[in-house]
């Protein structure tokens, strides 16, 4: 018998699609937000660091809503992912209105 395999639906336009918590002690902020919340937070290998997958409590399996990972660069706060339907166009539009980009875009492999 073949394993199922399930789709999400894609993401509404400019929507929340995903958030970053950096901690300075990952493992002790997650035993926070699973008792505040009662999120689900499992520790992953995601390359060279440690990262903590977040899921609602009763979230299916391979479905997250953010992450987390032990602060390098003296990040101050959550880090939000939203989704677009052209990055370039969003970047030059919100640069337009005023923003500044810190971080130019990046790939994230096998996810974004």
């Known amino acids: 018998m073949e394993a199922a ?3 999400r639906p894609l993401p509404r336009e400019s929507t929340l699609v995903h958030f970053e918590i950096p901690a300075n002690e990952p493992e002790t ?3 926070f937000y699973e008792q505040l919340f009662n999120w689900k ?4 290998p995601m390359g060279p660091m440690d990262y903590w997958l977040i899921s609602h409590k009763d979230a299916g399996e391979n479905e997250t809503m953010g992450g987390m990972y ?3 660069m ?3 706060g959550f880090l939000n ?3 677009v339907v052209n990055i370039d166009q969003s970047l030059a539009k919100a640069t337009n209105l ?3 980009v810190v971080k130019a875009k990046e790939e994230v492999p096998n996810v974004g």
């Open 5 to 7: 395999t399930t789709t």
């Open 29 to 31: 902020t997650a035993r």
């Open 41 to 44: 937070i499992a520790k992953v």
């Open 70 to 72: 032990k602060k390098t």
């Open 74 to 76: 003296g990040e101050t």
């Open 81 to 83: 992912h939203f989704s």
């Open 98 to 100: 005023g923003a500044k």
